[in-house]
């Protein structure tokens, strides 16, 4: 098989996803970049001595270690991204469907001419290759 199915992770992407959900933990805690660049080397120095363990079993153990001792110290209210799932600016701006378009009133389409010929044929052209490679439509005359 060409590609690891999903869901399997390697020893390495679970050491750098633990180390990476540690760092974004240590931004929680400090606000001074100074303060959080050396805690941010620190852990660093731990994950490096991590990843150059050649005995799998001990390698396993310490990342439990290092997971157990992230969760007892897990930010009660973490730092996230505006636009990130939880932010306070997740999915803020909603994008109107296209069909919105065909509601407008004609003196509004008169504004953007250039745009509503070129829609027109690029819807003509969609229904075209729609019909071409699903057939047309027939439920127009039939009903329940």
Not at 10 to 32: F, H, M, V
Not at 68 to 97: D, M, N, W
Not at 113 to 140: H, I, S
């Amino acid at each position: 098989m060409a590609t690891v199915p999903l869901g399997i992770l390697t020893q390495t992407q679970k050491l750098g996803n633990l180390y990476k959900r540690a760092l974004r933990n240590l931004e929680s805690y400090y606000d001074r970049r100074h303060v959080y660049r050396f805690q941010a080397v620190l852990l660093r120095e731990r994950f490096d001595k991590i990843a150059a363990l050649k005995d799998q079993r001990e390698f396993n153990r310490r990342l439990q270690e290092e997971e157990e001792a992230l969760f007892a110290i897990i930010h009660p209210i973490p730092k996230k991204f505006a636009l990130s799932p939880g932010g306070v600016a997740y999915q803020r701006v909603v994008t109107p469907p296209d069909w919105v378009l065909d509601y407008w009133h004609p003196l509004e389409k008169a504004q953007y001419p250039e745009y509503f010929k070129r829609r027109e044929e690029r819807k003509k052209e969609f229904v075209a290759m729609w019909e071409k490679e699903f057939g047309k439509d027939e439920t127009k005359d039939k009903h329940h």
